[in-house]
């Protein structure tokens, strides 16, 4: 008898879990929309099970590990000997930590800037304006959801997230958000060039020519996926971003000044604070299986920051995200 009430009762809860969802889906507003109506408790579905995260999470990281950070201003001169050193200082870091932030990168702290407000701009925008962006179609080009993953994974994130796709073919420019149009397109082609010099860097790193990965067509294609999280009223209950490794070549990411992002690196949730004018290169899982000797960091995931925002963290080349 025990034993066949007990997967009614496991039943039961699955149903209640579907019903959650699809409710909180049906509404088109986010994570967002929940902060919006004034919600003082985290719902269930965003409860995250306590085996998933550890104390350790939740702490101040491991201090004593510091991500690198490459400066690539020596790209900038006709020096092939600089371009080697940091070719070198790239292969290292991939190396080691799978991660590491550059600086003098080429892209103006003002286009920077812009993009994380023109993100936060569209967030911020009425309920009715982001709900015809509103969509899980997998070939729409624009749209905007929360939880790319949320009928399957086993607890919902706490954010919201705006994909486009912005080369090789893009949609055109008028089906992009007006909030964020003009600044996405914009960062888009600075982004375009610095993935070249990426490229470029690992492929000598690597001992090949230059253009080698280029020409494999590795920074053929990016996609940005624009992360927005709003304050959690429960933030030892839920978390931004899970435990997960990024599914493409390159990602480029853009953090604001809010932080909150961690690395798993000799077994340790190291934290990655923000750096003003610097952007956090993760090598992806494609990559390391081109050039075996780079190791993807498995296990990056933003921690959540009560009572803050975070938003804007764009990554570049991704074809898909892996969590």
């Given at each position: 008898?025990?034993?066949?009430?007990?997967?009614?009762?496991?039943?039961?809860?699955?149903?209640?879990?579907?019903?959650a969802l699809k409710a909180f889906d049906d509404t088109k507003a986010g994570v967002k929309g929940l902060v919006d109506a004034g919600l003082v408790t985290v719902p269930q579905i965003f409860v995250i099970p306590p085996e998933d995260i550890s104390s350790e999470m939740l702490g101040s990281g491991f201090p004593s590990f510091k991500v690198p950070i490459i400066d690539l201003k020596g790209m900038q001169s006709t020096d092939t000997l600089q371009h080697h050193q940091i070719a070198k200082e790239v292969i290292?870091?991939?190396?080691?930590w799978g991660f590491f932030q550059i600086v003098n990168h080429g892209i103006p702290q003002e286009i920077m800037d812009q993009m994380i407000e023109g993100i936060k701009r569209f967030n911020e925008q009425p309920n009715e304006v982001k709900m015809e962006f509103y969509s899980r179609?997998?070939?729409?080009?624009?749209?905007?959801?929360?939880?790319?993953?949320?009928?399957?994974?086993?607890?919902?994130?706490?954010?919201?997230?705006?994909?486009?796709?912005?080369?090789?073919?893009?949609?055109p420019s008028e089906e992009y958000p007006a909030a964020c149009r003009d600044t996405m397109?914009?960062?888009?082609?600075?982004?375009?060039?610095?993935?070249?010099?990426?490229?470029?860097?690992?492929?000598?790193?690597?001992?090949?020519?230059?253009?080698?990965?280029?020409d494999m067509e590795c920074n053929k294609g990016h996609t940005f996926f624009c992360h927005y999280y709003p304050p959690c009223p429960e933030p030892e209950r839920s978390i931004g971003h899970g435990k997960?490794?990024?599914?493409?070549?390159?990602?480029?990411?853009?953090?604001?000044?809010?932080?909150?992002?961690?690395?798993?690196?000799?077994?340790?949730?190291?934290?990655?604070p923000p750096l003003r004018g610097a952007l956090l290169v993760n090598i992806g899982d494609f990559l390391q299986v081109r050039a075996a000797n780079i190791s993807p960091s498995f296990g990056n995931y933003s921690l959540y920051l009560s009572k803050n925002y975070s938003f804007g963290q764009l990554n570049e080349n991704s074809n898909k995200e892996k969590h």
């Amino acid at each position: 008898m025990d034993q066949n009430l007990q997967p009614v009762s496991e039943n039961g809860k699955e149903n209640e879990r579907a019903k959650a969802l699809k409710a909180f889906d049906d509404t088109k507003a986010g994570v967002k929309g929940l902060v919006d109506a004034g919600l003082v408790t985290v719902p269930q579905i965003f409860v995250i099970p306590p085996e998933d995260i550890s104390s350790e999470m939740l702490g101040s990281g491991f201090p004593s590990f510091k991500v690198p950070i490459i400066d690539l201003k020596g790209m900038q001169s006709t020096d092939t000997l600089q371009h080697h050193q940091i070719a070198k200082e790239v292969i290292n870091a991939g190396e080691t930590w799978g991660f590491f932030q550059i600086v003098n990168h080429g892209i103006p702290q003002e286009i920077m800037d812009q993009m994380i407000e023109g993100i936060k701009r569209f967030n911020e925008q009425p309920n009715e304006v982001k709900m015809e962006f509103y969509s899980r179609d997998k070939m729409k080009k624009v749209r905007f959801n929360s939880n790319f993953d949320l009928y399957k994974a086993r607890s919902a994130n706490w954010r919201d997230t705006l994909s486009s796709t912005m080369a090789p073919n893009p949609p055109p420019s008028e089906e992009y958000p007006a909030a964020c149009r003009d600044t996405m397109l914009q960062y888009s082609e600075h982004i375009k060039k610095l993935g070249q010099v990426l490229f470029q860097l690992i492929s000598m790193g690597l001992g090949l020519p230059p253009h080698f990965l280029e020409d494999m067509e590795c920074n053929k294609g990016h996609t940005f996926f624009c992360h927005y999280y709003p304050p959690c009223p429960e933030p030892e209950r839920s978390i931004g971003h899970g435990k997960h490794s990024d599914a493409d070549f390159l990602t480029v990411l853009l953090q604001d000044h809010i932080g909150g992002l961690q690395a798993l690196h000799q077994n340790h949730w190291v934290d990655i604070p923000p750096l003003r004018g610097a952007l956090l290169v993760n090598i992806g899982d494609f990559l390391q299986v081109r050039a075996a000797n780079i190791s993807p960091s498995f296990g990056n995931y933003s921690l959540y920051l009560s009572k803050n925002y975070s938003f804007g963290q764009l990554n570049e080349n991704s074809n898909k995200e892996k969590h």
